[in-house]
C-alpha cells in the first residue's frame, strides 16, 4: 500500500533520494529511488534536502516514495494540492503510470474537479453523503485535462 498525504511527511535531516529509499529498502519489488524521483522531475534534485525544495517539489518527493514500492493500493489525499499546473499534470502522470504498470487499485480525494476527469469512477460527496456514483466513459489524459 502507498501514501501521499496531502502535508509531505518528509523527514527533514535526509536528502530526496534518501526519503524514497526509506520505503524501497522494505518493499518487496520496489523501483530505484533514482528511478522514482525521475518520474516525478526531479532527478537533479535528488541530493537535495527538504528545506532545499519548494514545496511543489516536496510533494513530488512524497509522490515518488508512494509509488516506488510499486503498491497494489495507492491512496493520494489532494496529490496536487501545493503544485502548479505543470507539476500537477507530472504527478498525475506518474500516478496513473506506475498505477497502470502494477494494475494497483488508486483512491484519489481532491477538491480539484478537474482530477476526476482521469478516473474510472468518480464518487462526489456532499456534506458526508455519497452525492453521485459513476463511470467515467470519457477518461481525460492528465496531459490534455483542463485545469
Do not use: Y
Request: charged share 20%.
Amino acid at each position: 500500500m502507498g501514501f501521499i498525504f496531502q502535508f509531505f511527511n518528509l523527514v527533514p535531516s535526509l536528502t530526496a533520494r534518501e526519503n524514497v529509499a526509506l520505503i524501497t529498502e522494505i518493499a518487496v519489488d520496489p523501483m530505484t529511488p533514482e528511478e522514482a524521483l525521475a518520474r516525478v522531475g526531479l532527478a537533479d534534485r535528488m541530493d537535495h534536502f527538504p528545506s532545499q525544495l519548494s514545496g511543489g517539489q516536496q510533494q513530488r518527493v512524497a509522490v515518488a516514495r508512494a509509488i516506488a514500492k510499486r503498491p497494489e493500493l495507492l491512496l493520494c489525499d489532494e496529490p496536487t494540492g501545493s503544485l502548479d499546473t505543470e507539476s500537477g499534470v507530472q504527478v498525475l502522470q506518474a500516478i496513473v503510470d506506475v498505477a497502470g504498470e502494477v494494475a494497483a487499485t488508486t483512491m484519489i480525494v481532491s477538491h480539484n474537479t478537474a482530477i476526476a476527469g482521469l478516473a474510472d469512477r468518480i464518487v462526489r460527496f456532499r456534506d458526508g453523503r455519497i452525492q453521485v456514483a459513476e463511470r467515467n466513459a470519457a477518461k481525460v489524459p492528465p496531459r490534455e485535462m483542463s485545469w
